[in-house]
C-alpha cells in the first residue's frame, strides 16, 4: 500500500495529539505529584512577617494536602480522558502504513468513544459548574474554620492568609465567620507586633508590598474601617476556580477537533483499502 497524503496526514495528527496529551499528562503529574505548586506557594506565604521556615517539612506537606484538594476533582476525569488519547494516538501512530482494516476500524470505534465521552463530560461541567464550585469551596471552608494564627505557622493558616490577601477578602461568607471558627487565636504576633483581642484575622487587614500593615489599628478594630476587608472568600473563589477550570475546558476542545480529523482521515484511509481489494 503506497504512503499516500492521507496516510501522512493521519500519521501526522496521531503524532500532534499524542504529544499534547502525553504534556497534559506531565502538567497534571506535576501539579498534582510534584513540590513545584507547593514551592510556588512557599515562596508566596514566606511574605508574611513571621519567622517561617521555608523548608519546613510540615509545610511542605500542609501546602500540597491542600493543592491537591483542590485539584482533586479534576485530576481522575483528566488523567483517564489523556490517557486513553495518548494510548489510541501511539495506536493510530503505529498502524499508519498498516494494510489491515481491522485495525482502522478499531481505531474509529475507539477514539470515537473518547470523543463522545469527552464531550458529555465538558457538556456536564459547562452546563452545570455548581458541583466543580461546591467541592472548591468546601476546602476553602475547612481552611476557614481551622483557622488559627499567622504566627502559629499552620500551612492552612498561611494559605488562608495568602488567598485573603490576595482575592481581598474575609472569611468564608464574611468575617464574622471567626468568631465561630474554635481554633482561631485572639492573638497573633506579627512583624515583631503583638497583637491581642483580635476578632479577624491579620491578613483581613490590607498590606503592602512588602506585606506590612498599611494601618496597624486595623486588626484591632471590632467594626470594619478603610484597610478593612469585609467581602467574604466564597463567591470570589469559587468565581475564579470555575473560570480556571472553564478555561480548561474550551481549550481541551482543541483535542476533539483534531480527533474529528484523525477520524476523518481513518475513514479516507479504510476507503482506500476497500478500493484497493
Not at 16 to 24: D, K, S
Not at 217 to 229: A, M, N, V
Request: glycine share 6%; proline share 4%.
Amino acid at each position: 500500500m503506497p504512503r499516500t497524503n492521507v496516510r501522512y496526514a493521519f500519521k501526522g495528527l496521531n503524532a500532534i495529539t499524542g504529544v499534547i496529551c502525553l504534556a497534559t499528562l506531565v502538567v497534571c503529574a506535576i501539579a498534582f505529584w510534584s513540590r513545584i505548586p507547593a514551592n510556588f506557594l512557599k515562596s508566596e506565604v514566606k511574605k508574611f512577617k513571621v519567622p517561617l521556615n521555608p523548608n519546613s517539612v510540615v509545610l511542605q506537606s500542609g501546602l500540597n494536602y491542600y493543592i491537591r484538594s483542590f485539584l482533586n476533582p479534576l485530576l481522575f476525569p483528566t488523567v483517564v480522558t489523556t490517557v486513553s488519547y495518548t494510548s489510541l494516538c501511539v495506536y493510530g501512530f503505529l498502524i499508519s502504513y498498516n494494510r489491515n482494516t481491522t485495525y482502522f476500524l478499531i481505531y474509529e470505534v475507539l477514539f470515537s468513544a473518547c470523543l463522545i465521552g469527552h464531550l458529555v463530560l465538558v457538556g456536564m461541567f459547562l452546563k452545570d459548574t455548581s458541583s466543580i464550585r461546591k467541592q472548591a469551596e468546601g476546602v476553602l471552608e475547612k481552611l476557614v474554620f481551622s483557622y488559627e494564627s499567622l504566627s502559629s505557622l499552620k500551612p492552612s493558616s498561611l494559605l488562608l492568609g495568602w488567598i485573603m490577601v490576595n482575592l481581598k477578602c474575609c472569611g468564608y461568607i464574611d468575617p464574622y465567620d471567626f468568631l465561630d471558627a474554635k481554633s482561631f487565636s485572639s492573638v497573633d504576633i506579627y512583624d515583631g507586633r503583638t497583637y491581642n483581642g483580635l476578632t479577624t484575622p491579620i491578613p483581613c487587614c490590607e498590606l503592602n508590598n512588602t506585606y506590612q500593615i498599611i494601618d496597624i489599628g486595623c486588626p484591632l478594630r471590632s467594626s470594619t474601617g478603610p484597610h478593612q476587608y469585609t467581602v467574604g472568600c466564597r463567591e470570589v473563589f469559587g468565581n475564579i476556580f470555575v473560570r480556571i477550570v472553564t478555561i480548561f475546558s474550551y481549550s481541551s476542545l482543541l483535542i476533539i477537533l483534531l480527533g474529528i480529523s484523525m477520524i476523518a482521515c481513518c475513514i479516507l484511509v479504510l476507503k482506500e483499502l476497500w478500493q484497493a481489494l
